[in-house]
């Protein structure tokens, strides 16, 4: 469950793997935006009870890929062939790994919950984030290898557009009732995972909103230094033109500092972030009556459900 960054929703999620948004359980997806979409939205796919979005999401990478960089046809059919592979080998190996981490989660929801328990779960859903981008790597890195300057242009021109348009929400809850729109989004979110809020739980969001009124800015500033660092690790490989191997280590390193960066007050602030965070939800689900519990539990075995069918597709050979 999440209540801040926003979640995918079960309506939406057939859409976010063409977006890449991201989403509680899945925030280094929301943050690490659109390069790093051929890895971390197979992730994003995996949760989704449209089996149908996941079943396509190699066909729809490619054409948000193909949308973000107008790759020429050989890059075309690069890119097809490797998420492709990427897809398959996500299915047979990855998915009942999710499985047993949403399993272990619904187990859990019978005691307490706490702030260490949600960020031990984010924890394990980074490690299988940062499994497939490790897969990904090469593949993305000999990409990077045949990509042309207006092609990283382009990029770079998208992701600032798509960061313009993030800004231009963000200003608009920047007015004085602010922070009762971040409330009421917090609350809607929250209760798409639980069901309807008590005035109790309202008040736990907004006060802990309340205690973090920058989070949005820097999540914000966050989004704009990891797509600068994106385009500067792609114009590296394209200028210096090194081997695979080698640039698929800077691809790695980018990956690396999405999870944790090496800056140290960087590093600080995305953990005080994430434990601020981990804390509210965890106070959520303590909170949480038997109805509330019992609509989360469910929402977590239809996840598991769709991700051990779509496990078992791929021991069928499907």
């Known amino acids: ?6 979640p995918l929703r079960r309506n939406d999620r057939s859409t976010a793997l063409v977006r890449a948004a991201p989403a509680g359980l899945m925030s280094m997806t929301r943050h690490a935006r659109r ?37 020429d046809d050989a890059q075309e059919r690069f890119a097809r062939d ?55 790597a090469p593949d993305l890195a000999q990409l990077a290898l045949t990509l042309q300057p ?18 231009r929400e963000l200003v608009r809850f920047a007015g004085p009732e602010s922070l009762a729109q971040r409330i009421e989004r917090a609350v809607e979110r929250a209760e798409d995972w639980l069901g309807p809020l008590s005035p109790a739980q309202r008040e736990l969001i907004g006060a802990s909103l309340g205690r973090r009124p920058n989070a949005q800015e820097a999540w914000m500033q966050e989004r704009e230094r990891r797509q600068r660092e994106l385009v500067a690790v792609l114009e590296r490989i394209r200028g210096e033109k090194p081997a695979v191997q080698t640039a698929a280590g800077w691809v790695r390193d980018y ?14 602030q995305l953990a ?8 509210l939800i965890a106070q959520l689900i303590d ?17 598991t459900a769709d991700m051990n069918a779509l496990a078992a597709r791929a021991g069928n050979g499907g």
Not at 1 to 6: A, L, S
Not at 150 to 167: H, P, V, Y
């Open 35 to 71: 390069f790093v979409l051929i890895s971390v939205s197979l992730l994003v796919a995996a949760c989704s009870s449209v089996q149908l979005g996941y079943n396509n999401a190699d066909t729809l990478l490619t054409y948000s890929l193909d949308g973000y960089l107008d790759l």
């Open 255 to 268: 990956f690396g500092e999405l999870a944790e960066p090496r800056e140290p007050e960087r590093r600080a």
């Open 82 to 136: 490797r998420i492709g592979a990427l897809h398959r080998w996500h299915r047979s190996t990855q998915l009942t790994a999710y499985a047993a981490l949403l399993t272990e989660a619904q187990e859990k929801l019978a005691r307490p919950v706490s702030a260490a328990d949600v960020r031990d779960f984010n924890n394990r859903v980074n490690r299988h984030l940062a499994a497939i981008g490790d897969r990904a």
């Open 287 to 303: 909170s949480a009556t038997l109805a509330q519990r019992a609509t989360l539990v469910k929402k977590l075995r239809g996840y």
């Open 1 to 6: 469950m999440n209540v801040e960054p926003t």
């Open 150 to 167: 207006a092609q990283i242009e382009r990029l770079a021109d998208r992701l600032a557009r798509d960061t313009s348009k993030a800004r």
């Open 272 to 279: 005080q972030l994430r434990d601020d965070h981990a804390a």
